[in-house]
Antibody
């Protein structure tokens, strides 16, 4: 079964740090780009960032709201994705989901989409 | 950044109704658009990608159309399990963004 399981959430004070993990199973993790998406309480979805695969040099991109504070990494040998969150703010309080990217190649164009999601882990930033 | 708007933000409908949700992008995104369904307390579920391609396992009453800056998600005959919030997402630029969501409620 294709599965993503997040862990590492919890309560942290403003200015603190936290590292989230996402364990993948049931598919060839190393082939895929992977993303983090978050959802603040009662709010919509917000894309956090992504990491490409080894073939694309593990390059990363981030939303402006987290750039310079959050770092996405992966360990293909452990089928794991990580989100290192530093300088946390109260507005980072959210459920954090990891998601697998899949792609459709048609007419020389790659169409990406997020087809597998974890159940999420909750991060609360509060004093 | 590419911004997405969705209309309506809230929709009240009955079982069997045809429902259409619109997503507009602040600049052209070709067909780099996906639609997701989310129920309370659950992770999002992919419905449509590349603007009009139905994800495997998703009922055929869901369909997507559009290109450039205007897109639609249509549910041809609303079922009880379709009451949820729907999000569009653009995957054209290096920074992906989601629309604000459309909540579909029972009339």
């Amino acid at each position: 079964e294709v599965q993503l399981v997040e862990s590492g959430g919890g309560l942290v004070q403003p200015g603190g740090s936290l590292r989230l993990s996402c364990a993948a199973s049931g598919f060839t993790f190393s082939d895929h780009y992977m993303d983090w998406v978050r959802q603040a309480p009662g709010k919509g979805l917000e894309w956090v960032g992504r990491t490409r695969n080894k073939a694309n040099s593990y390059t990363t991109e981030y939303a402006a709201s987290v750039k310079g504070r959050f770092t996405i990494s992966r360990d293909d040998s452990k089928n794991s994705l990580y989100l290192q969150m530093n300088s946390l703010k109260t507005e980072d309080t959210a459920v954090y989901y990891c998601a697998r990217e899949e792609w459709l190649l048609t007419n020389y164009y790659y169409y990406y989409y997020m087809d597998v999601w974890g159940k999420g882990t909750t991060v609360t930033v509060s004093s | 950044d590419i911004q997405l708007t969705q209309s309506p933000s809230f929709l009240s409908a009955s079982v069997g109704d045809r429902v259409t949700i619109t997503c507009r992008a602040s600049q052209g995104i070709s067909s780099y658009l996906a639609w997701y369904q989310q129920k309370p307390g659950k992770a999002p579920k992919l419905l449509i990608y590349a603007a009009s391609t139905l994800q495997s396992g998703v009922p055929s009453r869901f369909s997507g159309s559009g290109s450039g800056t205007e897109f639609t998600l249509t549910i041809s005959s609303l079922q009880p399990e379709d009451f949820a919030t729907y999000y569009c997402q653009q995957l054209n630029s290096y920074q992906f963004t989601f629309g604000p969501g459309t909540k579909v409620d029972i009339k």
